[in-house]
């Protein structure tokens, strides 16, 4: 019998060369943590589309975009220039972020 000791070595080394060599193709065919969630921090930046009603600012309509993994978002935004009036249909940049449903835009320079 070997002293604990140099037992304990010995089945660390083997271990080790077995869990090197076995885990990394078993690695590749375990299924892996995937999400599609996004922060609504990443809205900031998009763009989004009126679908009801006319935004004013302090008056809020519901807009929507569709993420890159094809998910819809609706969003309640309204202008961040108070002069400024979106309708429906009409294509917007989200810039800010009001509370926790609330964004504010401006017109979108690509959409106009």
């Known amino acids: 019998m070997l002293p604990p000791f140099v037992a304990a070595i010995l089945a660390f080394s083997i271990a080790l060369c ?20 996004l922060s609504e921090i990443d809205f900031i930046g998009r763009p989004v589309r009126f679908v009801t009603g006319e935004a ?27 002069s400024h009036v979106f309708v429906r249909g009409q294509t917007v940049l989200i810039v ?3 509370s926790a449903s609330l964004y ?9």
Do not use: C, W
């Open 18 to 37: 077995f869990v090197r060599k076995v885990g990394k193709p078993l690695g590749r065919l375990m299924p892996r943590e995937e999400t599609s969630a």
């Open 56 to 82: 004013t600012q302090g008056n809020p309509a519901e807009a929507r975009f569709v993420d890159e993994f094809g998910q819809a978002h609706y969003l309640r935004v309204e202008p961040d220039d108070g």
């Open 96 to 98: 800010a972020r009001v």
């Open 104 to 112: 504010r835009a401006i017109k979108s320079p690509r959409h106009e």
